[in-house]
């Protein structure tokens, strides 16, 4: 979701649904004003501010000292899943190869290796998009629904299999 030029990613997150839930209704039920929205998107002490930094805390992400040290243990490989995760097949050509292009080297200096693999967020990918990753240096190309016909050729893509913070034994 964009509004005004802030980003708000929607990531199948506790915190991004909440927030998307919390913007829509901003927009569409609360009668105020567009300059009044953008007020409460930007502000700091606010309902909206004080749900952020609720689901924030949430969140957790490796740092660069801990991708650098699973990196070399040789159990492990670190692969890609983009820069933004956006979905691939949703953005054009310039924008695919800038997820590509990006990701990689960040990731390739941060470990001090190649960086080969790629799973594609949401698992979502088309044809342009596994074309732009082999000419961008991925060899192992990682998506759901892979089965189509059209993907056949494709040597290199995998099936990605996703497990969620839902999933039970």
Do not use: W
């Not at 708000?8 to 649904?17: A, D, G, L, S, W």
């Not at 997820?99 to 594609?120: F, G, M, N, R």
């Amino acid at each position: 979701i964009v509004v005004e030029g802030l980003v708000f990613e929607n990531k199948r997150t506790y915190f991004c649904e909440s927030i998307g839930k919390n913007i829509y209704s901003y927009l569409n039920e609360s009668g105020k004003r567009r300059d009044e929205i953008m007020e409460i998107l930007k502000g700091e002490n606010n309902e909206f501010c004080q749900l952020k930094k609720k689901y924030l805390g949430l969140l957790k992400f490796m740092n660069k000292e801990q991708v650098t040290e699973v990196s070399q243990n040789p159990l492990f490989e670190i692969g890609s899943h983009s820069h933004k995760h956006y979905n691939m097949r949703f953005l054009n050509e310039t924008g695919k190869e800038s997820e590509l292009k990006t990701s990689k080297t960040i990731l390739e200096s941060v470990i001090q290796k190649e960086v080969k693999s790629i799973a594609y967020p949401d698992g979502g990918f088309d044809m342009e998009t596994l074309n732009l990753s082999l000419k961008n240096g991925y060899d192992c190309l990682l998506g759901v629904d892979i089965e189509s016909e059209a993907y056949s050729s494709v040597k290199n893509l995998l099936p990605r299999f996703t497990i969620s913070n839902t999933t039970t034994p």
